[in-house]
Nanobody
Framework: QVQLVESGGGLVQAGGSLRLSCAAS????????MGWFRQAPGKKRDFVAT????????DYADSVKGRFTISRDNAKNTVYLQMNSLKPEDTAVYYC????????????????????WGRGTQVTVSS
């Protein structure tokens, strides 16, 4: 089992920045990758970014490339999402997730590729 707890969400004006954190506990030594997803009201949960836990390779959704940066601190078992140049359309609940088996390496960004999920943190960007 892996437990994930997100933090860092809030209300920010368009053009501003936020940094989300996700602290992992439990069987963190078996994690292959961690990812961030987001879900706006009435919409499906969408892929945002992912990072390979050991090698550090990253991938991003086209909508956030150049604005968001995913990183990790292995010693703290924490993954971060630095979000810059925020837009109103970035408003959503942001979830972190852990892939234990490597299925996310396919690069498809599907929710079923991840085994454990946090409860989410709300990000609201005002215009």
């Amino acid at each position: 089992q892996v437990q994930l707890v997100e933090s860092g969400g809030g209300l920010v004006q368009a053009g501003g920045s936020l940094r989300l954190s996700c602290a992992a506990s439990g069987r963190t030594g078996s994690m292959y990758a961690m990812g961030w997803f987001r879900q706006a009201p009435g919409k499906k949960r969408d892929f945002v970014a992912t990072i390979e836990w050991s090698g550090g390779s990253t991938d991003y959704a086209d909508s956030v490339k150049g604005r968001f940066t995913i990183s990790r601190d292995n010693a703290k078992n924490t993954v971060y999402l630095q979000m810059n140049s925020l837009k109103p359309e970035d408003t959503a609940v942001y979830y972190c997730a852990a892939d234990m088996s490597g299925t996310s390496a396919q690069g498809m960004g599907n929710t079923w590729e991840y085994d454990y999920w946090g409860r989410g943190t709300q990000v609201t960007v005002s215009s």
